[in-house]
């Protein structure tokens, strides 16, 4: 997906770490 998507969600962005 795009990272956008990952900044756009703080707790996607915290798993996806």
């Known amino acids: 997906m ?3 998507l990952r ?3 703080p707790l996607l962005k ?3 770490n």
Do not use: Q
């Open 2 to 4: 795009a990272p956008n």
């Open 14 to 16: 915290m798993i996806n």
């Open 7 to 9: 900044k756009s969600h």
